[in-house]
Nanobody, 123 residues
């Protein structure tokens, strides 16, 4: 059974930083492109960032604006999202996901999803 478990969310003030983690089990982690998505109240889920199998390629949504960094540690089956200079508009539930390719992840069609971790940024 595949599980993706996110952690690291919380309540922070504007300008703060957080690092999200996603631990994967039940799959060969190094064979999946991994991504982060978010969903704010009343809005659709949107793509945030994606990283290739061994981390050589990364892509970000435009609104990231060099504030976020996605990385992975394959021996630890863990995906990370370093978020800096957080703003109130970054408030959302953040999800990690696993897909067969960068394209499937960016296209919001990954194979597996985590349950999400809440990030709340106050002004």
């Amino acid at each position: 059974q595949v599980q993706l478990v996110e952690s690291g969310g919380g309540v922070v003030q504007s300008g703060a930083s957080l690092r999200l983690s996603c631990v994967a089990s039940g799959l060969t982690f190094s064979r999946y492109a991994m991504g982060w998505f978010r969903q704010a109240p009343g809005k659709e889920r949107e793509f945030v960032a994606v990283i290739s199998w061994i981390g050589l390629s990364t892509y970000y949504a435009d609104f990231v604006k060099d504030r976020f960094n996605i990385s992975r540690d394959n021996p630890k089956n863990t995906l990370y999202l370093e978020m800096n200079n957080l703003q109130p508009e970054d408030t959302a539930v953040y999800y990690c996901a696993a897909g067969s390719s960068i394209q499937t992840v960016q296209g919001l069609a990954p194979k597996y999803w985590g349950q999400g971790t809440q990030v709340t940024v106050s002004s």
